[in-house]
């Protein structure tokens, strides 16, 4: 079993490679954001009280995403192993992950961050925010606090993980194919390195 955290700010691309790296590796997809979206639209107790937080550009509780994540897991129990995009974005999400993993006796094997400017992700949010629909794309101000929220709360968490040599940086600029062979080839040194320990 094999797991990826993608890792960036909003709008770098986490979302675009996910669904390019659970097709090819086939990995289950956890999306933190997504699922709240799909709490929102069904209109549950849970979406009504995450929407206060995401329509700010704020984190939704880390009890409330870190129970979501406890079900899923649960939920796909099998499979290749998971790809968390979105998730953990505090130094509690992380540490309540690897908790979490190692009942099941694993654990994160690599963490992919994506690297892009603040400029060009406020400008891809505003362009996605035309037709989206999402709340929190249409505003710079929130989109802003999004931003300013990640570099608080959330790039912290990678050092968690850099120091135990999980981490890579991938530059997150360029066309979505480039940045994808780049994590691909992440990916596959990787899966060449676990092959290599499971035969010694
Ligand atoms: P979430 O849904 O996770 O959103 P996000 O992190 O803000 O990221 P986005 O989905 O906006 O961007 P992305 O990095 O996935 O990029 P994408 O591929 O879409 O979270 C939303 C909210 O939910 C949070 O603010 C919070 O409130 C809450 N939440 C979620 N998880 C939580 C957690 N764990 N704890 C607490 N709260 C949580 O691309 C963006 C745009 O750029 C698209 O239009 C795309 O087409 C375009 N694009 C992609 N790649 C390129 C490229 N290479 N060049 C040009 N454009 C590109």
Redesign the pocket.
């Known amino acids: 079993m094999f797991n990826i955290i993608l890792f960036?700010?909003?709008?770098?691309?986490?979302?675009?490679?996910?669904d390019k790296i659970v097709e090819k590796y086939g990995l289950v997809h956890l999306?933190?954001?997504?699922l709240?979206?799909q709490e929102i639209t069904d209109r549950t107790d849970l979406g009504l009280k995450?929407k206060n937080?995401?329509d700010k550009?704020?984190?939704?509780?880390?009890e409330?995403?870190i129970g979501m994540i406890d079900s899923c897991l649960e939920k796909h129990n099998a499979g290749n192993g998971f790809l968390f995009?979105?998730?953990?974005?505090?130094a509690a999400?992380a540490e309540a992950l690897d908790k979490l993993l190692s009942l099941k006796k694993k654990s994160i094997s690599k963490v992919l961050a994506?690297e892009v400017s603040e400029e060009?992700l406020v400008k891809?949010?505003l362009?996605?925010g035309e037709t989206?629909g999402?709340t929190?794309?249409t505003n710079e101000g929130i989109i802003r606090n999004?931003y300013t929220?990640?570099k608080k709360d959330t790039e912290p968490v990678a050092s968690y993980y850099e120091q135990d040599g999980k981490l890579v940086r991938v530059k997150?600029?360029?066309?979505?194919d480039d940045?994808f062979e780049a994590l691909s080839t992440s990916i596959e040194a990787e899966l060449r390195e676990h092959k290599a320990l499971s035969i010694d």
Do not use: C, H
């Open positions: 960036g700010p909003p709008g770098s691309g986490k979302g675009t490679q996910s999306s933190t954001g997504n709240l979206r995450a937080f995401m550009g704020q984190l939704v509780p880390d409330v995403v995009d979105g998730f953990p974005r505090t999400q994506l060009e891809r949010l362009k996605r989206s999402r929190d794309d999004r929220v990640y997150g600029e360029g066309s979505v940045i």
